[in-house]
């Protein structure tokens, strides 16, 4: 795959995470009380947290940074293991190329702007990860994709 179409298929990625529905935990009316951590990272939820939902399961919800992080890396769910490939891969063949080529660049770091902010990839985006829950999330990502 050459650089353009990698660059391409990374953006329409970037894209199809936008379209999963996000909200914010306190106001999210189908919390599941069995579930009060990150199954990614193992942190627990704050009211402040955005969460991410995954289109399996109402109840299939993360930290937001996590929940795209994951599907950066696998395209399954963590919990029922439904597998986003499909999905994804429709979205990415709908998107129009020359509306990526144009746009691409900037719309790649405008996304990451507004997903990770200036302050880095924290969870309330007011309170960074600490090193151990950083290496809590990639041991879990590392050992779930070998």
């Known amino acids: 795959m050459n650089d353009a179409t990698n660059r391409s298929r990374q953006i329409s990625l970037k894209r199809y995470l936008q ?12 919390k599941d009380p069995e579930m009060p951590d990150c199954i990614i990272c193992l942190v627990s939820f704050t009211s402040k ?3 991410v939902v995954f289109s399996c399961d109402e109840k299939h919800y ?15 769910c963590p919990l029922c293991r439904f ?5 994804i891969q429709d979205f990415i063949n709908n998107q129009s190329g020359a509306d990526m080529r144009s746009d691409g660049a900037r719309d ?7 997903t990770y902010g200036q302050n ?27």
Do not use: M
């Not at 379209?19 to 189908?30: D, G, M, R, S, V």
């Not at 880095?120 to 950083?134: A, F, K, M, V």
């Open 62 to 76: 993360f930290h937001r940074d996590c929940g795209i992080e994951w599907l950066q890396v696998k395209t399954e």
């Open 120 to 146: 880095g990839r924290g969870h309330d985006n007011e309170s960074l990860r600490t090193d151990q829950e950083q290496n809590n999330a990639n041991e879990l990502v590392r050992k779930l994709t070998v």
């Open 19 to 30: 379209t999963l529905p996000q909200i914010n935990h306190e106001a999210y009316p189908k």
């Open 108 to 114: 790649l770091n405008a996304w990451e702007d507004s």
């Open 49 to 51: 947290d955005l969460l």
């Open 83 to 87: 597998d986003f490939g499909n999905e």
